[in-house]
Structure formats: structure tokens, C-alpha cells
């Protein structure tokens, strides 16, 4: 019989990482902490805006088994994955659309088929929508570590445009093709990210919504065998992190997820300078 875990969560956290409602999704493995006594809960669920990475080392320190860290901002992760390391706490990021099992899952998925393509890539586009009122360069934060899922690894980075409508971002694939990346505030398209990449014999389509949306992400590859469709997992990125956190914690292994992150921060720390 697997292992149960209690979990406590700010209200701030709770809407941020739609955290009551993946938990229910999840019954054997995780359950409120008891009332009147969140701190000593075994999962603490962070909202991840300014200041996630302080607030996240303060509960290592206090003993927490996992983190979940629900829809971060690009941050300084060292201290914390430091501390982490040492206290053997496993910390998940939840990212809006990077969390997507769609793109990094166990089965076929974008990341794969993405990477396999980028050798004859020779154009990738991207659109990432969102209401009105959204914060752009939180929007681009997001954005980017999709693509950085699926890619990789993105060069020659540049802001073209970053205003209150959204932004344009150019720069250039590993084998040097271009890629742009455009954030769209609207209430005219449903919330989500467009990544498409264009291959001499067809490419990669791939789309992602918002992770409390009921619809799944869709991936389709073309090339010489025609149109391939993945498959279709009905699963959001909520709660593909909580599965991946219940697999670290049985097996008492640490995620990478504060590693990869890293690419995120920095890449958004030389756009913040331009």
C-alpha cells in the first residue's frame, strides 16, 4: 500500500495551483493536513510569485518532505536547490504549460519529437494567449519555459516588442533556424500556447491550454509518413506535478526540476538586461 501525505496550502496557492481539486483527484496518496496544525503537513504548497525561492527554503528548513511550487516566476534557484539537496526534500515545480505531460511525459511526446526535428528545422513559431490584464512579462516567463521544454535550448534571444497588448521575442534554434515566440491579451482566443516548428518534410504542431481547462494538449508530427497524431492524455499539468511529486516521494528521489528551471532564469535574466 503506497504512502499517504498530508498537504497544506495558502489560499494564494490553492487558487494558483487549482491544489483542492488535484489533491481529490489523488485520494490514496495525498489529504489535507489536519485543521488548526498546517505546519506540520508534509507537503507545503507555495504560490510562486516574487519571493517563492526564500519561502520555499523556509520550509525545507521546517522540515517539509515536498514542495509544490504553483506557477513560479523566474528566479535564483542555487540557494534553494542547495538546501533541498542537503534536507532531501523533493521540490516540484508547477509551470502553467511546461508541466503539460502532453510535452514531457512517459509516453511519445513533443519534447521528443520536437528534438528528433530540429536538425532540419527551419522555422519555429509560437503564440501564447492570454486574458486581458495579464502581466506580459509574466506571460513571457511562462511562455518561454514551454519552449524550453520542448526545445532545449533557445539562442540569440531578443525582445522586439513588449508592451501592454503583449510581446514579440525573436532569436535562433540549436542548428540556427529562427524562432519567434509572440504573447497575444485577449479574450478573442482561449488561454493557452502555439508552438509550431516547420521541418523540410513537414513539422511539429503542437497546442496546450491552461491547465484548469477540461480539454487535453494535442500533438501532431508530420513528415514523410504522413500526419501523426500522439497520443491524447487527459491530464493537466496540476496534476502530472503531483504525480511526479507522489513518484519522488515513494522512492525517496529528488526531481530536477529546480535544474532545469535554471535555463529559464537565466534566460530571462539577459532578456530583463536588454
Not at 496544525?37 to 522540515?63: K, M, N, Q, Y
Not at 503564440?127 to 514551454?146: F, I, M
Not at 508592451?163 to 519567434?180: E, I, K, Q, W
Request: charged share 15%; with cysteine; aromatic share 4%.
Amino acid at each position: 500500500m503506497s504512502a499517504h501525505y498530508t498537504v497544506s496550502a495558502t489560499p494564494d496557492a490553492r487558487e494558483a495551483g487549482a491544489v483542492t481539486q488535484t489533491v481529490a483527484s489523488l485520494p490514496a496518496t495525498f489529504g489535507p493536513a489536519p485543521a488548526g496544525h498546517p505546519g506540520t503537513a508534509d507537503v507545503l504548497v507555495i504560490a510562486g510569485g516574487p519571493g517563492w525561492t526564500a519561502e520555499a527554503c523556509s520550509a525545507v528548513s521546517a522540515g517539509a518532505r515536498g514542495i509544490v511550487v504553483a506557477n513560479p516566476v523566474p528566479e535564483d534557484t542555487t540557494e534553494l536547490a542547495a538546501a533541498a539537496d542537503a534536507a532531501g526534500t523533493a521540490v516540484v515545480l508547477d509551470l502553467r504549460w511546461a508541466s503539460n505531460p502532453a510535452l514531457v511525459g512517459e509516453t511519445p511526446d513533443a519534447r521528443e519529437a520536437v528534438r528528433s526535428a530540429l536538425g532540419t528545422a527551419s522555422l519555429l513559431d509560437s503564440v501564447a494567449t492570454a486574458g486581458p490584464g495579464t502581466d506580459p512579462r509574466r506571460l513571457l516567463g511562462e511562455h518561454l519555459a514551454a519552449l524550453l521544454a520542448v526545445t532545449g535550448a533557445l539562442d540569440g534571444v531578443g525582445v522586439l516588442r513588449s508592451d501592454a497588448t503583449g510581446y514579440t521575442v525573436s532569436g535562433r534554434l540549436a542548428n540556427g533556424a529562427p524562432f519567434t515566440a509572440q504573447g497575444v491579451l485577449t479574450a478573442a482566443r482561449r488561454s493557452g500556447v502555439d508552438i509550431r516548428l516547420y521541418t523540410a518534410d513537414g513539422g511539429v504542431a503542437i497546442q496546450v491550454p491552461d491547465p484548469d481547462a477540461a480539454w487535453p494538449a494535442e500533438v501532431r508530427v508530420t513528415g514523410t509518413h504522413g500526419e501523426l497524431f500522439l497520443p491524447t492524455l487527459y491530464e493537466s499539468a496540476h496534476r502530472s506535478a503531483w504525480r511526479r511529486l507522489k513518484d519522488h516521494l515513494s522512492a525517496g528521489t529528488r526531481p530536477d526540476d529546480l535544474a532545469g528551471f535554471a535555463r529559464l532564469t537565466d534566460l530571462y535574466a539577459t532578456l530583463a538586461a536588454t
